[in-house]
């Protein structure tokens, strides 16, 4: 079972994983605990979404930057989808990295 979530962005694909560290990395930029940032996600959510996206692509693309994160956000904006879609695959990220049951994240 693969513990990295595929994202596919202008037919590059990137695997994200959500790790302790990856978390407390996002965590400790964020300011916040990861699920009150999610909570709260309307607040901030270019910031929250490209944060997280840079803390779990650390795992396994190091040295990968939060410009790198900014500028894949907008790639998939770009590319013809939605923040809400991008939303869909931070929650299926969180699903394969074990926060969730799958078909729990909604």
């Known amino acids: 079972m693969n513990k ?8 590059e694909e990137y695997k994200l994983r959500l790790t302790a560290g990856a ?5 400790k930029k964020l300011g916040k605990p990861l699920f009150k940032a999610l909570e709260t996600i309307q607040d901030n959510m270019v910031e929250t979404i490209t944060t997280i996206l840079w803390g779990a692509m650390q795992p396994l693309n190091a040295g ?3 410009e790198k994160a900014m500028a894949l956000f907008d790639a998939y904006v770009d590319d013809g989808h939605s923040v809400e879609e991008l939303m869909q695959e931070i929650n299926s990220l969180f699903e394969t990295s074990g926060f969730f049951r799958k078909g729990q994240a909604q």
Request: aromatic share 18%.
């Open 4 to 11: 990295f979530y595929t994202m596919t962005v202008n037919g």
């Open 23 to 27: 978390i407390m990395q996002i965590e």
């Open 64 to 66: 990968f930057t939060q």
